[in-house]
């Protein structure tokens, strides 16, 4: 069955730093998303991604996040300027549109320290 | 942002019965639910959904109810396995919101 995979599994970062999380999406999906838990709090959405462009993002998706799709496969998350509070499982998803479901990757834990 | 709960942070059950699990929403614009599972180290797992147009929706041993006047929906799992241990999430759309909320998830253990 077709997968999404991420990597890195596990990035730790000084705060400050860029941190670039990649994600190939399954083939046939059209549409990208980004995903964080919190240690011990739920999953929240962050963006997501369609036709080269955010179609949605939430307040958390501030200035200092990017998404692209630079070379039609990755599709990546930037954060420019890390903060603590950016410690994190990231989840990338994909799927087909709305009224669908969306597969998920097994995530990246970003730590910073 | 709480437009989806799970009230029930821990559900045990015992190997071969039913496991219930349960979800509340607020939004009435949500028109397509989820239920996801989730493995330690891994990402969620799709399972089952169910359109705001159905009440039931069933695969195999899991079947989604979804009471909309109640704005409730429940995940049933029969009969309980010992490998169906895992987090449990809910999840939800709204239509034009291209983007799931997702509830605070059960852990479910099913003891042999």
């Known amino acids: 069955e077709p997968e999404v995979t991420q990597t890195p599994s596990h990035q730790v970062t000084q705060m400050g730093q860029e941190v670039i999380l990649r994600c190939v999406p399954i083939?046939?999906?059209?549409?990208f998303y980004w995903y964080r838990q919190i240690l011990g709090q739920k999953v929240e959405f962050l963006v997501s991604?369609?036709?080269?462009?955010?179609?949605?993002k939430s307040e958390i998706f501030d200035d200092q996040f990017s998404v692209e799709r630079p070379d039609g496969s990755n599709f990546t998350l930037k954060i420019r300027s890390t903060k603590l509070e950016d410690s994190a499982m990231y989840f990338c998803?994909?799927?087909?549109?709305?009224?669908?479901?969306?597969?998920f990757g097994d995530g990246t834990r970003l730590s910073i320290l | 942002d709480q437009q989806v709960k799970q009230n029930s942070p821990s559900l045990s059950v015992q190997e071969g019965r039913i496991s219930i699990l349960n979800c509340d929403y607020t939004?009435?614009?949500?028109?397509?639910f989820l239920w996801y599972k989730k493995y330690p180290a891994e990402g969620p797992t799709f399972l089952i959904s169910?359109?705001?147009?159905?009440d039931k929706n069933e695969d195999g041993r899991f079947t989604v109810f979804l009471n909309k006047s109640a704005k409730h929906l429940s995940l049933h799992i029969v009969p309980s396995q010992p490998g169906d241990s895992a987090v449990y999430f809910c999840?939800?759309?709204?239509?034009?919101?291209?983007?799931?909320?997702f509830g605070s998830g059960t852990k479910l253990n099913v003891k042999p």
């Open positions: 169910i359109s705001s147009i159905k």
């Open positions: 991604f369609y036709n080269n462009e955010i179609s949605e």
């Open positions: 939004n009435s614009m949500f028109d397509y």
């Open positions: 083939s046939n999906h059209l549409y």
């Open positions: 998803a994909t799927g087909q549109g709305e009224n669908q479901p969306q597969h």
């Open positions: 999840a939800a759309e709204s239509y034009n919101f291209n983007k799931f909320y």
